[in-house]
T-cell receptor, first 112, second 113 residues
Framework: EDKVVQSPLSLVVHEGDTVTLNCSYEVTNFRSLLWYKQEKKAPTFLFMLTSSGIEKKSGRLSSILDKKELSSILNITATQTGDSAIYLCAAVSQGGSEKLVFGKGTKLTVNP | DAGVIQSPRHEVTEMGQEVTLRCKPISGHNSLFWYRQTMMRGLELLIYFNNNVPIDDSGMPEDRFSAKMPNASFSTLKIQPSEPRDSAVYFC???????????FGQGTRLTVV
């Protein structure tokens, strides 16, 4: 059974801290990994990772995939209260009919 | 494009009633996913379609749940009869298979009393 596990499940930090969120996956015919941010409504897309070792970066957020370890990390530097959200990762299986399996998410709270 | 459109946004119904959730995917997307989100279980994949054909419905909790996609621009998720434990936020998402990320609708918050 395809599975995605995220850790920690929740995290509380102070503004300015750097955080690292983890995602590990076991998926048949892995194709790519997606990161999303969910505030009060729908998840919004952050990154798609396909190749191992290549960092994707957007402002203070960055992410990298390790296919050997079947894992990915999402880093947020100089956190702000607006970064408070649930961060979800999803593994995409390869093939004509691709399936997206999500982890349970990491709830990040950034306190002022 | 307006994005993935779900309706209704909120639904409150009594136990035993039939509930129908609706989704219009982004035009041109050929994969559609139905998810259910709760605090306990997170985001669970219920069923997904590729080119309007159901591919994997192993996540559908029981026979009370059914989903259809009669054409490329419309899908429904039906619960009959509904139970209080079905209370959750139901998301629909679409993507173009083989390319990019999935885009989510705003969700339907279902409360069964």
């Amino acid at each position: 059974e395809d599975k995605v596990v995220q850790s920690p499940l929740s995290l509380v930090v102070h503004e300015g801290d750097t955080v690292t969120l983890n995602c590990s996956y076991e998926v048949t015919n892995f194709r790519s990994l997606l990161w999303y941010k969910q505030e009060k409504k729908a998840p919004t897309f952050l990154f798609m990772l396909t190749s191992s070792g290549i960092e994707k970066k957007s402002g203070r957020l960055s992410s990298i995939l390790d296919k050997k370890e079947l894992s990915s990390i999402l880093n947020i530097t100089a956190t702000q209260t607006g970064d408070s959200a649930i961060y979800l990762c999803a593994a995409v299986s390869q093939g004509g009919s691709e399936k997206l399996v999500f982890g349970k998410g990491t709830k990040l709270t950034v306190n002022p | 494009d307006a994005g993935v459109i779900q309706s209704p946004r909120h639904e409150v119904t009594e136990m035993g009633q039939e509930v129908t959730l609706r989704c219009k995917p982004i035009s041109g997307h050929n994969s559609l996913f139905w998810y259910r989100q709760t605090m306990m279980r997170g985001l669970e994949l219920l069923i997904y379609f590729n080119n309007n054909v159901p591919i994997d419905d192993s996540g559908m909790p029981e026979d009370r749940f059914s989903a259809k996609m009669p054409n490329a621009s419309f899908s429904t998720l039906k619960i009959q009869p509904s139970e209080p434990r079905d209370s959750a936020v139901y998301f629909c998402a679409s993507r173009f298979a083989g390319q990019g990320s999935a885009f989510f609708g705003q969700g339907t918050r279902l409360t069964v009393v």
